[in-house]
């Protein structure tokens, strides 16, 4: 399995101190987080991508490319590709970019995002969101495997005898995760093409996340990819920690009750009873993610939220070190334990070569 951190790049106060941070200062933090990560021995590092305050990383490829200088075997991803407003050309274009430079250390996570005012910005409309995250994806995938590609649909100028540019690194494509929190078609298009479903369970409680995750499954296996249980799955997840429990609940509940996505709503009692959202000790971060598999079987990659809500980069580095050192080492060892020889590991450039040498053999 992959361990690894994601962050949506919120520009929050402090509850506890009133001070805003700068966009510079939150910008700089989320690389120091990254360069932490793989210090501290996670695999992941994903950034969102957001057009709209209070939100900074509206060029995911500048901050993974300068992060990619600055590691050695860190994947870089995304927890959101905004495949909708986002033209499918420049995604082909910036990511095989950063392939090439990271050395294949590179996938990304499509998403549709949760913000509504996104789409007229780039000249679209909102009520067509799946139909343009299916056709768009579905030109993309081309771009990325033939190279010289016709191409004509609903949303965007036709293509004629086009070449994206650089083509991918090997010839292989970064792999694709396809994230959804809540819509069934895009469980089936991940299903359809083969690809990952990573679902962002931060919000869901088990019953949901489980029903979305058999669903892609399923699928998968209806198009031929292989078995159920052979589908790549990841889950999101958002801890806090403290080596004492009550220490833990006192100091994250300001953050917690201000937070701008569930602030001022659930209790943090009600909130962690019902989703995934673990406030405790590592032992209890290990236990609650252990059972993750109870109900979505056998998966490929766990990302953590830790840096949401105004957290200042201190406590965040310390909850990296947490993570690194008590909770993923115990992760890593307890998920392998009964783990199927058909259960495949999570796919990086170099399998997905190899696979591809061995296709060609």
Do not use: C
């Amino acid at each position: 399995m992959q361990f690894g951190i994601f962050t949506v790049g919120d520009v929050t106060p402090d509850p506890t101190t009133g001070r805003t941070p700068t966009e510079r200062e939150r910008i700089k933090a989320m690389v120091a987080i990254a360069l932490k990560a793989e210090e501290v021995g996670l695999d992941v590092f994903a950034t969102g991508e957001h057009h709209n305050p209070p939100f900074v990383p509206s060029s995911p490829t500048t901050m993974l490319g300068y992060i990619a200088a600055r590691t050695e075997r860190l994947i870089l991803s995304t927890s959101t590709t905004l495949i909708t407003t986002n033209d499918p050309v420049k995604i082909a274009e910036d990511f095989a970019m950063l392939q090439h430079l990271a050395d294949g250390r590179t996938d990304l996570m499509m998403g549709r995002g949760n913000t509504g005012p996104v789409y007229p910005w780039f000249g679209k409309d909102i009520r067509e969101g799946i139909n343009l995250a299916v056709e768009n994806y579905a030109l993309l995938h081309r771009l990325w495997r033939e190279d010289v590609v016709d191409w004509e649909g609903k949303f965007r100028t036709p293509l004629q005898s086009f070449t994206s540019t650089p083509r991918p690194l090997d010839g292989v494509p970064p792999f694709v995760w396809h994230g959804s929190i809540r819509s069934p078609e895009i469980a089936e298009q991940a299903a359809y093409y083969g690809d990952g479903f990573f679902h962002n369970n931060i919000f869901w409680p088990a019953e949901h996340t489980k029903r979305m995750v058999e669903l892609y499954r399923t699928r998968y296996a209806h198009y031929g990819h292989g078995t159920p249980e052979q589908a790549i799955v990841g889950l999101g997840g958002q801890v806090f920690m403290r080596s004492n429990s009550q220490d833990a609940v006192r100091e994250f509940r300001p953050y917690f009750d201000n937070a701008p996505v569930y602030g001022h709503g659930p209790s943090l009692e009600d909130f962690t009873e019902q989703t995934p959202l673990t406030v405790g000790s590592p032992q209890q971060v290990i236990e609650k993610t252990l059972a993750f598999r109870e109900y979505a079987g056998d998966y490929q990659r766990q990302l953590f939220l830790l840096d949401h809500a105004g957290l200042p980069l201190k406590t965040v580095l310390e909850q990296l070190d947490l993570l690194g050192e008590e909770v993923v080492p115990v992760l890593r060892e307890e998920f392998a334990k009964g783990r199927p020889a058909e259960v495949p590991d999570a796919p990086t450039h170099s399998s997905l070569l190899a696979a591809k040498e061995a296709t060609t053999v």
